[in-house]
Nanobody, 126 residues
Framework: VQLQASGGGLVQVGGSLRLSCAVSTRTLVAGARAWFRQAPGKEREFVAAIRKRDSATVYADFAKGRFTISGDAAKNSIFLQMDSLRAEDTAIYYC????????????????????WGQGTLVTVSS
C-alpha cells in the first residue's frame, strides 16, 4: 500500500475530524497531494490539495473556511482538518498523490493524480 488514509469516523453536525494520509517512503511524490471524497450515489469530487515544493493549496468552494489541508514533509504525510462538519460532508474520503510536478490549475483534477489510497469513511450525523 503506497497511500494509507485514516482518521474517519462518526461525528455530529458541527463537530470536527482530522484525517491523515501516510505516503510510503518508497513512493516518490514530487507533486501535489490531495483529498477527494465520494458520497453514496454521487460522483467523486475534489476537496483540497497541497503542493509539495511550495505548500501552495487549493480548496473546493464547500471546503473553504471549514477544512484545512497541511503536510508534514519529514513524515511524508498530509492531513485534512475538518471543522463545522455538515451532514452533506458524509462520504468516503480518499487521498491521492502526483508523482511529478503539478501546476496549480491542475491540482483540483482527479486525472492529475496517479497514486490513490484506500478511503476512510466520514459519517456526520444530524
Amino acid at each position: 500500500v503506497q497511500l494509507q488514509a485514516s482518521g474517519g469516523g462518526l461525528v455530529q453536525v458541527g463537530g470536527s475530524l482530522r484525517l491523515s494520509c501516510a505516503v510510503s517512503t518508497r513512493t516518490l511524490v514530487a507533486g501535489a497531494r490531495a483529498w477527494f471524497r465520494q458520497a453514496p450515489g454521487k460522483e467523486r469530487e475534489f476537496v483540497a490539495a497541497i503542493r509539495k515544493r511550495d505548500s501552495a493549496t487549493v480548496y473546493a468552494d464547500f471546503a473553504k473556511g471549514r477544512f484545512t489541508i497541511s503536510g508534514d514533509a519529514a513524515k511524508n504525510s498530509i492531513f485534512l482538518q475538518m471543522d463545522s462538519l455538515r451532514a452533506e460532508d458524509t462520504a468516503i474520503y480518499y487521498c491521492a498523490a502526483d508523482r511529478g510536478g503539478t501546476i496549480i490549475s491542475a491540482m483540483s483534477l482527479g486525472t492529475t493524480y496517479d497514486i490513490w489510497g484506500q478511503g476512510t469513511l466520514v459519517t456526520v450525523s444530524s
